[in-house]
Structures are given as C-alpha cells and as structure tokens.
C-alpha cells in the first residue's frame, strides 16, 4: 500500500487564485469546480480538493503534476463522503480543513 499526504494554506490558495483565476479551470474538473462553488467558501474546498489532488499523486508517484491534474477527479458519494478516480481506478482519501489550512490523505 502506497500513501500519499499534502498539506495546503488556505490563504496562500486564494492568493494564487487571485492572481491566477484560469488556474481553477486547468486544475479542476468542471464537477470539481460545481461542488466547490456550492459553498460558502468555494476557495476552501478548491484548496482541499488540491490537496487531495496532491495526495493522490504522491501516493501514485505521478509526475508532472499538470500532467495529470485533470486525470484525477476528486468525487463525492451520495452521503458526502470524498473519494478519487485517475484511470478508472478508486483511490481511497480523506479531506479536513480547520484553521486556515486543508489536509487530505491518499491511500492506493
């Protein structure tokens, strides 16, 4: 079993956003990008799925990240609970956030 764990600040995301707004759009999926913006904060839950993105990618060793950024969908299921796909394949995850900062881990 591979893991893969990152870690990102929050602010630090919505800076990059600020200045890079395209970013969300070659990084995420429109899937990805529609249930971020169904919050509140849709930066929050763009950073956590980054993170998850980041995390599935370590746990696979998958390089270079914008290679495959799209490859990977973050998905929810019907109870909420976060998942993964890259290449017809589930990987399992877990996302949280508190304090300014998102987390998620990868296990594959």
């Keep these: 079993m591979m893991l893969g764990i990152d870690v990102v600040d929050v ?4 800076a ?11 990084f995420f999926t429109a899937a990805e990008r529609d249930h971020s913006n169904a919050f ?4 929050l839950r ?5 993170a998850a993105k ?4 370590k746990a696979l060793r998958l390089t270079p990240a ?7 969908e973050i998905t929810r299921s019907g109870d909420g609970s976060p ?3 890259v290449l017809g394949r589930e990987i399992a995850i877990s ?5 300014g900062v998102a987390v998620a881990v990868a296990s594959a």
């Design 16 to 26: 990059l956003l600020d200045r890079a707004p395209a970013f969300a759009e070659r």
């Design 40 to 43: 509140q904060d849709p930066e």
């Design 83 to 85: 998942g993964a796909t």
């Design 66 to 72: 914008p290679a495959w950024a799209r490859r990977i």
């Design 46 to 50: 763009l950073a956590a799925t980054f």
């Design 95 to 99: 996302i949280s956030h508190d304090g």
């Design 54 to 57: 980041e995390a599935v990618m």
């Design 11 to 14: 602010e630090r995301f919505r």
